[in-house]
């Protein structure tokens, strides 16, 4: 069962006990339209697992050209929503994560068994394989239904946000960008 979460003061309390709403998870992401990825999350167990929704809409931008005539999402999104989902876990454990960044380090065993279109309901549930003070290992499959359609392993890092008028400061952050 999952346990209530009780992150750290910059986001509110969950409206469930359990579960994040959109308004939470932004307290919680840096991450904004068209590229928040996940829309609630729905089971948190304090730095072991989580369970995110993502809701697929016809009206998503990357529909535009993935592909036209035959949307899909592109898989490397729902690798995205992955860490996104893991990036809610860790950072509702971070004292300070206004002044934080969770950067991609690593995806591994990635692979796609189904396509994912515009009406589905992503189920995407991230399990930590290894937690340390700035970084994490994590798996996670997203769902449609019952059915697997994205697995992978991803690793990031914690990392302190750059000052944004500091581009010196961000060309040291590397070719990675935030989870």
């Not at 591994?108 to 290992?137: H, M, N, Y």
Request: hydrophobic share 45%; net charge positive; aromatic share 6%.
């Amino acid at each position: 069962m999952a346990q209530t979460i009780h992150p750290a003061a910059e986001a509110p309390a969950a409206d469930s006990g359990t579960g994040l709403d959109i308004n939470q998870i932004q307290a919680i992401l840096p991450h904004r339209y068209p590229f928040l990825l996940i829309d609630r999350v729905v089971e948190i167990t304090r730095k072991q697992r989580i369970v995110a929704i993502k809701n697929v809409s016809v009206n998503e931008p990357f529909f535009a050209g993935h592909f036209p005539g035959y949307p899909i999402v592109p898989g490397v999104l729902i690798v995205e929503a992955i860490a996104q989902a893991g990036g809610a876990l860790l950072l509702t454990e971070v004292a300070g994560r206004d002044g934080k960044l969770m950067f991609f380090t690593g995806i591994e065993r990635a692979k796609f068994r189904r396509p994912v279109v515009p009406g589905d309901q992503l189920r995407i549930e991230v399990q930590v394989l290894a937690w340390r003070s700035t970084a994490v290992r994590m798996s996670g499959k997203a769902y449609v239904g019952e059915k697997l359609a994205c697995e992978a392993i991803v690793t990031c890092v914690l990392v302190d946000r750059p000052d944004p008028g500091d581009a010196a400061t961000r060309s040291k952050a590397g070719a990675a960008g935030p989870a």
